[in-house]
């Protein structure tokens, strides 16, 4: 079972922000901002490679408001997710990272 699989099933803790019965967004464990906050669906889907228009559409419901909850939502953040060995993914379960409550470096 991934990791991400074991913080759904609560044998992992984590900080939670925000969670439905379909998500969950947490606090990240290694944050790159003051706010790092990973967003999944409960479902294990392997990457954005793999995810379908209907999930996508509801997490973005779900990643507004973590946004708004998070306090970042008016002053800006940034939403990221690193698909595949080239892309950076570590844990092979789709999240996106809400990075904010400071002003960013631009890529
Ligand atoms: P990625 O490199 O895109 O796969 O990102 C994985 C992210 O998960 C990293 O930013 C890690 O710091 C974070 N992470 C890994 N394990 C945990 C955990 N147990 N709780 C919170 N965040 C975690």
Not at 6 to 12: A, F, G, H
Not at 80 to 107: A, D, P, R, W, Y
Request: hydrophobic share 40%.
């Amino acid at each position: 079972m991934c990791i991400f699989c074991k913080i759904i099933n609560k044998d992992i803790a984590s900080n939670n922000i925000l969670e439905n019965d379909n998500f969950i967004a947490f606090e990240d464990i290694n944050p790159q901002a003051k706010i790092h906050i990973v967003i999944i669906p409960k479902v294990h889907i392997e990457s954005f490679n793999d995810i379908t228009p209907n999930i996508m559409s509801e997490m973005t419901i779900f990643i507004q408001e973590v946004s708004l909850m998070s306090g970042v939502k008016s002053d800006g953040y940034r939403l990221i997710t690193n698909i595949g060995k080239n892309g950076g993914q570590e844990v092979k379960h789709i999240h996106f990272h809400l990075l904010g409550g400071e002003k960013l470096e631009s890529i």
